[in-house]
């Protein structure tokens, strides 16, 4: 099947009790036993739910994984994940990375002798050179939030295993529908199902798609002990996302591509970051890796933080807010809101300026989306 069929029905049959086509939601917390221990394959719902367990399947299937896993955000996967990890353990992660990520390494994760060292994956020699040393995990987006860097999978996904170390790649940007990181050598992928896959701005979620068993075995007990899970009805709700996953994501292209053209070269923006333009750095790796190039733009504005202020009041059917990939428009200004918790100084070091920012690009009428970024920046 080819992949927006298997988006619809791979592992996921019809209800075998009524035929239902879709699965039922099933709120239960817990489940009869015929005796002590002999039961259906379900205990209680922190272990195991069977609408959970359709979703976790059918995100396996379509990562390329071996099993899915189901969380209740994309920071409980994440902190789920680190949990595997203990005190003396080394990260190396990439430089551009989501506020929250940054935040639960550097305030959690460090006061437990965890390692973290920051290393710009683009170039692969400072790779190589952070895992000359041990590492235990090789942590990275791809493309970068919010500054959408390109990095090559398949070459870091070989630099990291061949150093011992556990590949993971974020594709929350990406999604499935674009690039799929264990095909390209990754041990697991996360997401933050809030965004794309569940693409409707209703749900809170996360996941995790593990490659090997051994590997399912321990995350899947973590994910037990932790307990970090989301309810039967958001699992539903991702999975009705899911099956829309391969149409949204063409239609977010073609808005980010329109809303990009609009920007580059207009005298009151200092840079344009979206990898369908050819003036992006890691165009060609984009063209080579991925299926599209996603909807996200970020916007380096001349004028700084009162350029920002002015463009979004200027503003019309792009809604402020936090969050991401839904089927609405929405800009974020990474500075003062997702990635406020990183210092100044280390954030402006990277590149996420006060003038920074950053437009998810919804479905649309692109010519609509385009007008309006036209419009606002006639205001700056």
Request: with cysteine; glycine share 10%.
């Amino acid at each position: 099947m080819r992949f927006n069929t298997r988006l619809i029905h791979e592992r996921q049959p019809a209800d075998p009790a009524t035929g239902a086509v879709n699965p039922p939601i099933y709120l239960s917390s817990t489940f009869r036993q015929s005796a002590p221990n002999v039961h259906s394959g379900y205990v209680y719902s922190r272990s195991g739910n069977p609408t959970r367990a359709v979703l976790e399947a059918a995100l396996a299937a379509v990562e390329g994984g071996r099993t899915g896993l189901a969380f209740s955000s994309g920071l409980g996967a994440l902190a789920t994940l680190l949990e595997g990890f203990p005190s003396g353990a080394r990260i190396v992660a990439g430089d551009d990375l989501y506020g929250g990520t940054w935040r639960l390494f550097e305030h959690h994760r460090r006061q437990f002798g965890v390692r973290i060292d920051y290393v710009d994956m683009t170039d692969l020699g400072r790779l190589r050179a952070s895992l000359a040393s041990k590492a235990d995990l090789v942590y990275l987006e791809s493309p970068t939030n919010p500054l959408l860097k390109v990095l090559d999978l398949r070459r870091v996904a070989r630099l990291g295993k061949g150093a011992g170390a556990l590949v993971v790649v974020d594709n929350t940007f990406a999604t499935p529908a674009l690039q799929r990181p264990i095909e390209l050598g990754a041990d697991l992928v996360l997401h933050s199902t809030t965004k794309y896959l569940g693409g409707h701005s209703d749900i809170i979620g996360g996941a995790l798609v593990v490659r090997e068993e051994k590997e399912a075995e321990r995350f899947a007990w973590l994910q037990n002990a932790v307990g970090a899970v989301p309810s039967p009805f958001d699992c539903f709700l991702v999975l009705r996302g899911l099956h829309t996953l391969g149409v949204r994501m063409r239609a977010h292209g073609e808005s980010a591509r329109a809303v990009a053209e609009v920007l580059e070269g207009h005298p009151k923006v200092k840079k344009v970051h979206y990898p369908g333009l050819a003036s992006h750095p890691q165009h060609a790796l984009a063209r080579r890796q991925m299926e599209g190039y996603g909807g996200i733009v970020s916007v380096d504005l001349a004028g700084g933080r009162r350029a920002v202020l002015r463009f979004l009041k200027g503003l019309e059917i792009f809604t402020l807010a936090e969050s991401l990939g839904g089927v609405e428009s929405l800009v974020d200004h990474p500075a003062t809101m997702t990635h406020a918790s990183v210092p100044k100084a280390e954030r402006e070091a990277h590149g996420v300026t006060d003038g920074l920012v950053r437009l998810s690009c919804g479905i649309e009428d692109p010519s609509d989306l385009a007008d309006d970024v036209r419009t606002a920046l006639r205001g700056v």
